[in-house]
């Protein structure tokens, strides 16, 4: 069986550096996520958004690992020059706030911009099956997550 991985390949590297890119996102959307569940008086929405976090963090380890793999290096976190234009800012966001709805918004906001991530990383035919499904999955997982947290808020706020 032929290796998927031989040696310093260009295709490699540009996936590499944007699974890097997305990587970092999680590791701050996770961040963020755990800031809006301490905010929330539901303790129904919190749970939902620990979830999304918790996601969030085993999605980052998942992709870390792939990226090791890719490059055969260890991983490190030098990555802020990785944002996107749509992420500028987003890092700096809290949602501290003691109005629920608007935390649930926010989360919202943060999975709007993971779902384009995934998809725009799923658009290239160049990519590896075992990593398109990393993705596919990863992505319905986020789906999956925010569904259930917006269900939860109109259960909650209505």
């Known amino acids: 069986m032929k290796s998927l991985y031989l040696g310093h390949h260009p295709q490699n590297t540009q996936l590499g550096k944007a699974l890097r890119g997305l990587s970092f996102n999680l ?3 996770h961040k963020l996520f755990l800031e809006d569940a301490q905010t929330m ?8 958004i ?9 999605s980052y380890r998942e992709l870390v690992s792939e990226i090791q793999m890719i490059e055969r290096k260890p991983y ?5 020059s990785f944002c996107g234009p749509k992420w ?3 890092h700096a966001l809290s949602a501290r ?10 989360c919202a906001v943060l999975e ?16 590896c099956a ?5 993705l596919e999955h990863q992505l319905n997982g986020f789906r999956y997550g925010l569904a259930r947290l917006q269900l939860l808020g109109d259960v909650v706020f209505s």
């Open 112 to 127: 709007k911009l993971v779902i384009d991530a995934y998809q725009r990383l799923l658009k290239d035919n160049n990519r």
């Open 50 to 58: 620990l979830d999304l976090a918790t996601f969030t963090k085993q």
């Open 41 to 48: 008086a539901s303790q129904q929405l919190a749970l939902a």
């Open 76 to 80: 490190t976190k030098d990555q802020a």
């Open 27 to 29: 590791a701050c959307i």
């Open 130 to 134: 075992h990593v398109k499904s990393l």
């Open 97 to 106: 706030t003691v109005n629920g709805s608007a935390v649930v918004k926010h």
């Open 88 to 90: 500028n800012g987003i």
